[in-house]
């Protein structure tokens, strides 16, 4: 699993849709999640720790879990099918742990609200990501290329010889 980082909103150019952009702690990958309005605006006033004068839907859910003794554990967004993400609510009761399906733009609302950690799976992040610096990218490929050209079949085998008796292991 990749712990990711909510990087903003975006709308997207042709259909004016929302969409959540996740990175990773490297900067190096971004997830972009398409998601609602109403869960957008929710992000966005978490982001902004904007205190609503009456708790939304997601402001209420944190009141519930705490009410109840809840902690969200974390939020792991683990599918992608058919286009469509998603993701778990691991809630925390002492040493109980649950898992509650949820959409990954509701996890991730939650998740700002209680400073829990985004998880996404290395499956998800390889299939739907898309690079950020694509400078970065191709210098590590590159630099991976050198060591593979460079590397023979020799370099795996480690000859050991045993000393006389000693117990001692030495390599030759």
Known sequence: MIEMKV???ALDAATRSPIVL????G????LPIYI??????SIISALESQKPPRPLTHDLMV??????ELSLDRIIIHTLQDNTFYAVLKLRHGEVLKEIDARPS???ALALRTNSPIWVMEEVVADA?????READEAERQAFRDFVSNISPEDFIQRKEFGSGSGEVQES
């Open 36 to 41: 609602g309005q109403d869960q957008a605006r």
């Open 63 to 68: 009141n519930i879990l705490e009410e109840y």
């Open 7 to 9: 990087a903003g909103i």
């Open 129 to 133: 990501s898309i690079p950020v610096d």
């Open 27 to 30: 900067d190096r990958r971004a």
């Open 22 to 25: 996740l990175r990773d702690a």
């Open 106 to 108: 509701d996890a991730i």
